[in-house]
């Protein structure tokens, strides 16, 4: 039963991105999707996808629950440039009696922690310099997207603690321990708010005047490999998300890795994304250092 499920729903969505109509797409977020790729003049011309369950509930009044992932994988084409984007959808499926009631993705949560409402105070400590090595950012974030280094804490909602593993890999110091308020830091089972918190981080990177510091530029295009984008979805000025620039489709715009929303190698925009309103804001930083 649950293999027929995810068999089901792999071939029903491969079949919906497969298709050469614009129209009667059953998933919104499958037409939003190809939507934004038409208008990027770029296509999907191969879809892969694999199924894991994950957990499931019995309940004694007949209903069960299936929570499970759907691995897709995405082959793009646009003009003569290829690559490859992948993403995880976390869904759960409900039975009664025997028989499927609902699938359906399962709703992120924004940022749930306690963050600073305010730009962090600046600290009188020494100036911690750093030179900043990108390479080593994308890295990491190619080689933890779909998955978690046991050297740190995990979160529900990881976005934030990913890109500040990756901003680490990256060589940026960390500092401002043992405040949770102040500087960027992880230590055993503490951290400071800038570390977890996708509101805080964003507060924080353009505030900060030593260790990890970014500057806002006003536009994706100015975006480097390793600088980091963060979303307001809602549009009510507190930022939900964050990701990490990994790479540049053809005509130069970023693509980008993310935890919570399992991802690589995606369109900057998150159009596609079920937490997308035409409300969404965008902040765009450039990671600075000391050179």
């Known amino acids: 039963m649950i293999r027929q499920l995810l068999m089901d729903r792999i071939n029903h969505v491969i079949s919906e991105y497969t298709t050469r109509g ?15 790729f038409q208008r990027r003049n770029a296509e999907i011309v191969k879809v892969e996808a694999s199924g894991m369950v994950r957990e499931i509930k019995e309940q004694p009044d007949d209903t069960s629950s299936v929570l ?14 290829f690559y490859l984007e992948e993403e995880v959808e976390n869904r759960r499926a409900v039975y ?7 699938d359906g993705e399962v709703p992120v949560t924004v940022d749930e922690l306690s963050s600073l409402d305010d730009p962090p105070a600046h600290n009188e400590e020494d100036r911690v310099s750093y030179q900043y090595d990108r390479l ?3 890295q990491y974030a190619e080689k933890w997207w779909n998955t978690y280094n046991p050297a740190y804490r995990k979160f529900e909602n990881d976005c934030t603690n990913f890109i500040s593993q990756c901003l680490h890999a990256g060589n940026a110091p960390m500092r401002g321990y043992p405040s949770q308020g102040k500087g960027w830091w992880m230590r055993g089972n503490s951290w400071s708010y800038s570390w977890t918190v996708a509101n805080s981080m964003r507060l924080h990177l353009p505030a900060s005047t030593i260790g990890l ?29 964050t990701t990490i620039v990994t790479g540049r489709d053809a005509d130069g715009m970023p693509l980008v890795n993310a935890h919570t929303f399992n991802s690589r190698m995606r369109y900057w925009k998150y159009e596609d994304s079920t ?8 902040k765009f930083y450039t990671i600075i250092d000391d050179r």
């Open 22 to 36: 614009q129209t009667d797409f059953q998933h919104e977020k499958v037409k939003r999707k190809k939507d934004l």
């Open 68 to 81: 499970y992932d759907v691995h897709y994988k995405y082959l793009v084409k646009q003009g003569s440039f």
């Open 96 to 102: 009664y009696d025997g028989h499927l009631y609902d």
């Open 136 to 138: 080593s950012a994308v």
């Open 213 to 241: 510091r970014a500057r806002e530029v006003g536009s994706p295009h100015k975006l480097k490999l390793g600088d980091v984008i963060c979303y307001d979805f809602e549009g009510d000025g507190r930022f939900d998300h």
């Open 275 to 282: 937490a997308y309103t035409p409300n969404i804001k965008y």
